[in-house]
């Protein structure tokens, strides 16, 4: 098979960074490509000098993405939680010019033996479902138990429920190149009821579901994974998000295939030493299908540009397109406060 | 006569799954030749139905905005669907103010037809 150019020259880049990182001469071996995360380019390779070999992963930034955030402040947010005792991969060195990876990146240390599920794969989690749910909520409560720093709201964006809805509504006008009936009446009913916030602002993952969280073959988890949506805002955010159905698996009843949602929403609860706002639970629902829609949109508009061939972009231009309209459409005709 | 559509995507479908994929294994160009077939798969499923669901959904389109006395373009027209849409949109935009049982009409057909639009994910392959 020919050498793939982009992994040659990112092994070279990959071979001066930590060489330099080191302060010795390194190889690379492995440098291997995820799948799935067309927002991004993360790499997995090991570092290889005289006296030794790390395991390391590279995040950086493709010709063009899904969504367009900042490495720089990923790694912070990564940072942050990583040190806060949150299950994050250590992050090692951030490139926020690209001068050092060829594109805006960081470099952190992997994480081994674990596995994030496939959209498509069915009970994930199989007899650990239960211990991987109240490991993975309680994560995410520790993460909403942080308060943030002035520091983190220099570095993250600062985003309350209305400043998120207007984050995404401008996304999908930037983007959107057809009629969206679905997403213009949820957006409408939306911005028509904003609730005041659940408590004090946190620290938000952005994108907390079942693809973004590490297990291993025990159901413990290993790591929270892909901060690059993080921010400070409203922590239902986060929790609507990873209980959308279009994470689910298909397992009725469950919240990303682990744990029915009231005990999901206890175990986020007792780590987090927050309340559920659940007079605002259908606003965050409905919100977390317009940002999926936002997302899906924002990817067929890149598919359609052609500047990354990437078919993860078409896949979500079509398919979670299709998912969220039809299920942001279904909550509107049929589940109070709508219906 | 040839492959339709939906035809020629299945076909495709079958090469991509068959025959790339297995062979670039869990690569990260593995991976892509498998969500690639994937798409083919439901796009080929979503090919067979499409003439039989526009016509549908146009044809609800036009009853709805003409019951509410809206004039609709064409049958003819090269873009009706889309101009159907936009009219379709500012018209719940105004039920949601001023008729909640318009509203409600708009809010149904939305319902029925991105119920239609849903893809069925393509079955994991079996176990070998």
């Keep these: 098979m020919h050498p793939d150019p982009v992994a040659v020259s ?29 927002a991004r380019e993360t790499w997995r ?34 940072a942050r939680a990583h040190a806060a005792g949150i299950p994050a991969p250590e992050p090692l060195l951030l490139d926020a010019d690209g001068s050092r990876l060829g ?6 240390r992997e994480v081994p033996g674990g596995r994030a599920p496939g959209l498509f794969d069915p009970d994930p989690y199989g ?13 995410l409560g520790w993460l909403h138990a942080l308060v943030p720093t002035a520091e983190d709201q220099a570095a993250l964006p600062v985003q309350d429920a209305a400043g998120r809805l207007a984050h ?15 997403t213009t009446a949820a957006i409408r009913w939306l911005e028509a009821h904003v609730p005041p916030p659940s408590g004090p602002p946190a620290l938000v993952h952005g994108d907390f579901r ?16 892909d901060w690059e949506m993080a921010h400070v805002g409203d922590p239902m955010e986060d929790l609507a998000w990873a209980m959308d159905p279009l994470w689910g698996h298909g397992m009725a009843g469950l919240v990303a295939a682990t744990l029915p949602p009231e005990d999901a929403i206890a175990a986020w609860e007792s780590a987090s030493g927050r309340c559920v706002a659940r007079e605002s639970i259908a606003w965050w629902r409905l919100f977390a ?29 079509i398919y979670p397109y299709r998912f969220h309209n039809a299920e942001v459409a279904r909550m509107m005709a049929e589940e109070a406060p709508w219906a | 006569m040839g492959l339709t559509l939906a035809e020629s995507l299945a076909a495709l479908a079958l090469s991509q799954g068959a025959l790339v994929a297995p062979a670039l294994g869990e690569s990260y160009a593995g991976k892509s030749a498998a969500t690639i077939a994937a798409l083919l798969a439901m796009l080929a499923a979503d090919a067979a139905s499409r ?67 849903r893809l069925v994910p393509p079955l994991p392959p079996p176990d070998a």
Excluded at chain 1, 24 to 34: A, D, N, T
Excluded at chain 2, 54 to 59: L, P, Q
Excluded at chain 2, 97 to 103: C, G, I, Q, T
């Design chain 1, 168 to 182: 995404w509504k401008a996304d999908i006008a930037r983007h959107a190149r057809q009629p969206e009936p679905v």
């Design chain 1, 127 to 139: 007899a650990t479902r239960a211990r991987t749910g109240r490991e993975m909520f309680a994560a």
């Design chain 2, 51 to 117: 003439p039989a669901r526009e016509a549908a959904i146009a044809s609800r389109l036009e009853r709805l905005l003409s019951d509410a006395g809206i004039d609709c373009p064409p049958p003819e027209a090269p873009d009706r669907l889309p101009r159907l849409w936009a009219a379709f949109i500012d018209l719940h935009a105004g039920a949601d103010v001023e008729d909640p049982a318009l509203a409600r009409a708009c809010r149904l057909l939305l319902r029925d037809w991105t119920a239609g639009e």
């Design chain 1, 289 to 317: 299908g317009v940002q999926g829609l936002a997302i899906w949109i924002a990817s067929a508009a890149q598919a359609r540009a052609g500047a990354n061939p990437d078919p993860v972009l078409a896949f979500a231009g």
């Design chain 1, 103 to 108: 594109a805006p990146g960081f470099l952190m």
């Design chain 1, 10 to 38: 990112l092994a070279a880049c990959l071979a001066e960074t930590v060489g330099r990182l080191w302060a010795s001469p390194v190889r690379i071996e492995g440098l291997s490509r995820f799948h799935g995360g067309a």
């Design chain 1, 45 to 78: 390779f090991d570092a290889v000098s005289a006296s030794r070999r790390e395991p390391l992963v590279v995040r950086r930034d493709p010709a063009a993405s899904l969504i367009d955030t900042s490495r720089a402040a990923e790694f912070h947010a990564l």
């Design chain 1, 210 to 225: 079942s693809g973004n969280v590490l297990v291993d073959s025990e159901g413990a988890v290993l790591a929270l994974l």
